[in-house]
Nanobody, 125 residues
Framework: VQLQASGGGLVQAGDSLRLSCATS????????VGWFRQAPGKEREFVAG????????SYEDSVKGRFTISKDNAKNTVYLQMNSLKPEDTAVYYC???????????????????WGQGTLVTVSS
């Protein structure tokens, strides 16, 4: 499974960005798709995840109320809408997917076998 993440850029604090994660597979059906991020000098951390079939979503506490993960069935794409961006949101954002992720591990990067290349989000103060 090949994933293509896009949509990053340089924005100011308070601005919005929408990241996209598309797949080379015909569909994300049966997959969990997660967004992770890694800031310089820090470990990769979970941001948000969505179970394609049920629409179940999960968020890291610091992004709740600001970020929204969603899916477009017709485009086989997962989005991460990021509002009210803060400088601490600056990171490379990765999308990941796997069929075997269970709810209790949706936030765990090791649960995902397939990763996109990452897209850089820079938020200036």
């Amino acid at each position: 499974v090949q994933l293509q993440a896009s949509g990053g850029g340089l924005v100011q604090a308070g601005d919005s960005l929408r990241l996209s994660c598309a797949t080379s597979e015909y569909t994300f059906r049966g997959y969990v798709v997660g967004w992770f991020r890694q800031a310089p000098g820090k470990e990769r951390e979970f941001v948000a995840g969505i179970r394609w079939n049920s629409g179940f979503t999960s968020y890291e506490d610091s992004v709740k109320g600001r970020f929204t993960i969603s899916k477009d069935n017709a485009k086989n794409t997962v989005y991460l809408q990021m509002n009210s961006l803060k400088p601490e949101d600056t990171a490379v954002y990765y999308c990941a997917a796997d069929r075997n992720v269970i709810t209790s591990t949706i936030h765990t990067s090791r649960a995902y076998d397939h990763w996109g290349q990452g897209t850089l989000v820079t938020v200036s103060s």
